[in-house]
C-alpha cells in the first residue's frame, strides 16, 4: 500500500490546482496589457477629398484641444483613407476634442541625397537626418498650406467613445490663410535673444 506521502494526486486534484495557479496569471497580463499609460483609445478611420478627389497621399494629425487630459494621434493618408494612431498599429484615439492638421508635401528625398552628396561627395551612404529634415521643411505643399498648421488649420474632430468615422473635405475655395512666417529670426537673419 502506497503511503500518503508517495501518492500522486488525481487528475482532478491536479487540474483544480493548476487553474488556481492560472486565474490570477492571466488577471495580471489582461491589466499589464492595458496599461500602456495612453489612456483608453477608440478607432478612428475616415477619408479625406481635396477639392472633390481622394487625397492620394499625405499626414493627418489629430492635436488635442486640452494636452492635460489626452493626448494627440497621427495617420498616413493613403488613396484617400485613414486610420488613426496614439501608440502605434491603428490603435485610435482619445475621446475628445481636435484640431486637425493635413500635410500633402512633394517629394524631397532626391533633394535631400542631392544636398548630401553635394556637400560630402559621397552618392553610396544615405543623407544624415539634418539633411532630410532641411529638404522636407523647404519642400512645396501640395495642398493650401493652412491645412498643415496648427495655428492656422480650420479642421475639427471630436472623437466619441465609440468607433469614429471622421471624413474632411479640403477645397482651394475654403482652404484657411497661409501660416505665419518663422518669427524666431529678426533682422539681418539673426535669431533673438542671443
Excluded: W
Excluded at 488613426?84 to 500635410?103: H, P, R
Amino acid at each position: 500500500m502506497l503511503s500518503h506521502k508517495n501518492r500522486s494526486p488525481g487528475p482532478r486534484r491536479t487540474g483544480r490546482c493548476l487553474a488556481v495557479l492560472a486565474l490570477p496569471a492571466c488577471f495580471l497580463l489582461a491589466s499589464c496589457a492595458n496599461e500602456d499609460g495612453l489612456g483608453k483609445r477608440f478607432p478612428v478611420s475616415g477619408t479625406v477629398k481635396y477639392n472633390g478627389n481622394p487625397l492620394e497621399k499625405g499626414e493627418i494629425s489629430f492635436i488635442s484641444e486640452d494636452i492635460s487630459k489626452n493626448f494627440g494621434a497621427t495617420g498616413t493618408i493613403a488613396n484617400g483613407s485613414y486610420t488613426l494612431s496614439t501608440g502605434g498599429d491603428g490603435d485610435g484615439a482619445q475621446a475628445g476634442k481636435y484640431k486637425v492638421t493635413i500635410t500633402v508635401k512633394e517629394d524631397y528625398s532626391e533633394r535631400a541625397e542631392a544636398d548630401f552628396k553635394k556637400v560630402t561627395g559621397s552618392s553610396s551612404a544615405k543623407p544624415l537626418p539634418n539633411f532630410v529634415a532641411k529638404a522636407a521643411a523647404e519642400a512645396k505643399s501640395l495642398i493650401p498650406a493652412g491645412y498643415g498648421d496648427a495655428r492656422t488649420t480650420t479642421l475639427k474632430a471630436e472623437v466619441e467613445p465609440k468607433s469614429n468615422t471622421i471624413d474632411f473635405n479640403l477645397s482651394d475655395a475654403e482652404a484657411p490663410p497661409e501660416p505665419p512666417k518663422d518669427s524666431a529670426r529678426g533682422k539681418g537673419g539673426r535669431r533673438r535673444g542671443r
